[in-house]
């Protein structure tokens, strides 16, 4: 029996956005236990990415391909592309904690594309390029 291909994980900036979103948002909900909750984060994150790296379609399809309004249509257009340009047409979501983590794949690639709060509506806006990862 073959093991199975180790992929690779990469961010694109707009992913590292969306945690520097979140820590803000942490501090300015309790400065004092923000840290906890970031390093938390952290943790649950890279959890996420041990997974990831064996069973990249390990996350659920992104909810917002169900979407019928015309509003969801263009905001999910740009990800559309970004996920195409990457060569990684497939996007899945992967909750972490409170949170949703967007990204797209291939079999032997992940591309973690942004993160919000289950509480948010949509995701910030990914207009980086998907071949430049941080």
């Known amino acids: ?10 961010a694109v900036p707009n992913f590292h956005r969306g ?13 004092e236990s923000a840290g906890r909750r970031v390093a938390k984060l952290r943790v649950s994150l890279g959890e ?14 992104a909810r917002f391909y169900a979407s019928k309004s015309a509003q969801s249509r263009l905001r999910l257009s ?9 060569g990684m047409p497939e996007l899945r ?8 983590v967007l990204y797209a794949h291939s079999a032997d690639r992940v591309l973690l ?7 948010q509506l ?12 941080e």
């Open 1 to 10: 029996m073959a093991l199975p291909v180790h992929a690779i994980i990469e």
């Open 19 to 31: 945690l520097e979103t979140a820590r803000a948002f942490f501090i300015e909900q309790d400065e």
């Open 48 to 61: 996420m990415m041990d997974i990831l790296a064996w069973a990249p379609p390990s996350g659920r399809p």
């Open 78 to 86: 740009p990800v559309l592309d970004l996920a195409q340009q990457a």
């Open 93 to 100: 979501e992967y909750v972490v904690d409170q949170h949703i």
């Open 113 to 119: 594309l942004a993160i919000k709060h289950q509480r």
């Open 122 to 133: 949509a995701y910030e806006e990914a207009g980086d390029a998907v071949n430049s990862p």
